[in-house]
């Protein structure tokens, strides 16, 4: 998580920040609400034109474009041309939708329309029947919305311009939406000067009046003070107000990405503006968030790395107790910290003499006795990479996987009692040099004589045979595991390697 504090050095620019992400909570808080009521708005529109046409319910058109339900020289959408057709019009010619619906639809949109001056040119007419937020378009704002596909992309600005445009919103708001100034007002003028603030500053002052305006909005009692997401934005609001709410990196980015978008617009007309001095505090807001983001990602993977560790320990004590007797013993199966007595242990070392090339070449195996546990885990005296433990069937493989394992948990947990008592038995004393052991992060112990899989990658047989038998296993996916795996150093037992 990143502060709004971090990112900037000057009070003023700190109060910028904090009230653009304000208003980016307020509009989130407004998609759910806006959302809804822009869906009664067209199931109501559709409705009409069944009704005036006496169509079926359900009736589509996918045929009209907007050119087509809109004369040439329609205000707002061509009706500055003097020459016809226009470049609307060129290829798609005003006509009566075939299948009675799209000319009915755009007088439905009209009458709804505050100003009676929809914004034609940011709606396609061939997905009216099937969109409402492509109806929704036609009351926002006419330039700059005409790629935004939901209310989630949709900025303030176009948010609060859908509730002021479009009538039907009067029904979900105590105040007079049709004044010239109202809480709605105020607040798209709260965003517009927001956007076009050059420097990115704002004082105590403005940036009060900003939070106590958005608060208002979202307490209007006649709807939006009982609605849960306009709730849940009003106490993030209050606990902003107070700096009590954490705000994510991803967050704070959006919200400058789209306050550097719109300077970089306004500084293609106004000359006089201070570029470089925008552009120093931008380079340092994406340095920082840069900078946050990196510190979440090490956090998070932080947290899941520790908590995997103390799951994979939770697993291994519950199903690496019992030490198997076989079928020629009965009785019960013992606890194998108790009664395991570690084996002796030698190492094959392969010497290749290829002095009689008549004869191809020899290979002499020699066998040394292993004094200490180290010495399992090196080869000629480097850390190895694999280690292959071979034995008559029933002398003891998996068991000594076991007490591996057991041996491990016992060093990351720091019990004393278990390791002494499994050094205290057998050839224990080998155990008085672990540190290669003691230095793994992670054990993933797999027995695959319980694996009827043909998956044949290290990974898979992991995630598969270990991961998801972990009691907190939709915590860790695939690449969590292969990040572990790869900053890691890890112990892969897989038990009948056959």
């Known amino acids: 998580m990143a502060s709004y504090k971090t990112l900037f050095q000057e009070k003023k620019n700190q109060n910028w920040l904090k009230a653009s992400v304000a208003v980016d909570i307020t509009r989130k808080g407004l998609i759910p609400f806006v959302t809804t009521v822009v869906t009664i708005l067209h199931q109501a529109i559709r409705a009409n034109v069944e009704r005036t046409n006496c169509l079926p319910p359900g009736a589509t058109c996918n045929s009209c474009t907007t050119p087509n339900v809109l004369p040439c020289r329609t205000r707002g959408f061509c009706g500055g041309v003097r020459s016809l057709p226009c470049k609307f019009h060129q290829h798609a010619n005003f ?7 799209c000319n009915d639809f755009k007088l439905g949109i009209e009458g709804h329309h505050r100003f009676n001056g929809p914004s034609w040119k940011n709606t396609n007419a061939n997905d009216w029947c099937f969109n409402p937020w492509e109806v929704a378009k036609s009351f926002l704002p006419p330039d700059g919305y005409l790629n935004v596909q939901t209310a989630d992309d949709t900025d303030i600005n176009g948010i609060i311009s859908l509730i002021i445009n479009c009538t039907v919103f009067d029904n979900y708001f105590t105040c007079d939406l049709s004044l010239l100034h109202n809480i709605c007002t105020k607040v798209r003028d709260i965003g517009r000067k927001l956007r076009h603030s050059p420097q990115l500053m704002m004082s105590d002052a403005e940036l009060s009046e900003c939070i106590d305006a958005l608060k208002m909005l979202l307490k209007d009692n006649k709807y939006l003070a009982s609605e849960p997401a306009a709730m849940d934005a009003l106490t993030k609001l209050t606990l902003l107000e107070n700096d009590k709410l954490r705000v994510s990196t991803d967050d704070l980015a959006n919200v400058l990405s789209h306050a550097i978008s719109t300077i970089s617009e306004i500084l293609k007309t106004e000359k006089n503006i201070l570029q470089q001095h ?14 946050a983001r990196k510190e979440d990602n090490l956090e998070l993977y932080s947290l899941k790395s520790t908590a995997l560790k103390h799951d994979l320990q939770k697993h291994y004590l519950e199903r690496c107790t019992s030490l198997d007797l076989g079928p020629m013993f009965d009785l019960n199966t013992p606890n194998l910290v108790e009664v395991y007595m570690p084996p002796k242990l030698s190492k094959s070392t392969v010497f ?21 546990l180290d010495e399992v885990f090196r080869n000629t005296g480097e850390q190895a990479k694999h280690i292959y433990i071979t034995a008559k069937a029933g002398v003891g493989k998996s068991s000594f996987c076991k007490f591996i394992v057991r041996l491990w948990c016992a060093f990351q947990m720091n019990n004393r009692e278990e390791i002494e008592s499994l050094k205290s038995r057998g050839r224990g004393t080998y155990m008085n040099s672990c540190e290669e052991l003691k230095n793994v992060q992670y054990v993933f112990y797999a027995r695959l004589i319980d694996w009827r899989s043909r998956l044949c990658e290290m990974d898979d047989i992991v995630f598969y045979q270990v ?9 860790y996916d695939m690449k969590f595991l292969r990040e572990v795996l790869d900053k890691e150093r890890c112990l892969i037992i897989f038990d009948g390697l056959d």
Request: hydrophobic fraction near 35%; include cysteine; aromatic fraction near 0%.
């Open 352 to 372: 290749k003499d290829s002095s009689d090339s008549s004869i191809g070449v020899n290979r002499n195996i020699v066998l040394t006795e292993i004094k200490e």
């Open 95 to 101: 006509r009566n939708c075939p299948a009675r619906i």
């Open 278 to 291: 925008i552009q120093t505090l931008a380079d340092e807001a994406v340095q920082s968030i840069a900078q």
């Open 467 to 475: 991961i998801r038998r972990l009691s907190k296993c939709e915590d």
